[in-house]
Nanobody, 127 residues
Framework: QVQLVESGGGLVQAGGSLRLSCAAS????????MGWFRQAPGKEREFVAA????????YFADSVSGRFTISRDNAKNTLYLQMNSLKPEDTAVYYC????????????????????WGQGTQVTVSS
């Protein structure tokens, strides 16, 4: 079992930046692929970014590619999402997710790929 807690959300103007963090606790000695998802009001949860447990592979949704960066510090058991050039359409609750894997370069790209979820952090981008 692993527990995930997101932080770093808030209100920012369009064009601004935020960095989200996701702290993992519990069985963190295992290897986990991790990802970020988001859900806007009235919409389904959507994939944002994923990273392998080694950090050697990353993948982004087209809507955030070139603006967002995903990274992790396994020594600190923390996942990050650096969000630059934010747009009003980025407004959503952002969730981090984790999935145990033995595959060094595995990345989950859908919600069903992940077993563990955080509670989410609100990001609001004003125009």
């Amino acid at each position: 079992q692993v527990q995930l807690v997101e932080s770093g959300g808030g209100l920012v103007q369009a064009g601004g930046s935020l960095r989200l963090s996701c702290a993992a606790s519990g069985r963190t000695s295992s290897t986990y692929a991790m990802g970020w998802f988001r859900q806007a009001p009235g919409k389904e949860r959507e994939f944002v970014a994923a990273i392998s447990w080694s950090g050697g592979s990353t993948y982004f949704a087209d809507s955030v590619s070139g603006r967002f960066t995903i990274s992790r510090d396994n020594a600190k058991n923390t996942l990050y999402l650096q969000m630059n050039s934010l747009k009003p359409e980025d407004t959503a609750v952002y969730y981090c997710a984790a999935r145990y894997t033995v595959r060094q370069y595995y990345m989950g790209l859908t919600s069903s790929d992940y077993a563990y979820w955080g509670q989410g952090t609100q990001v609001t981008v004003s125009s």
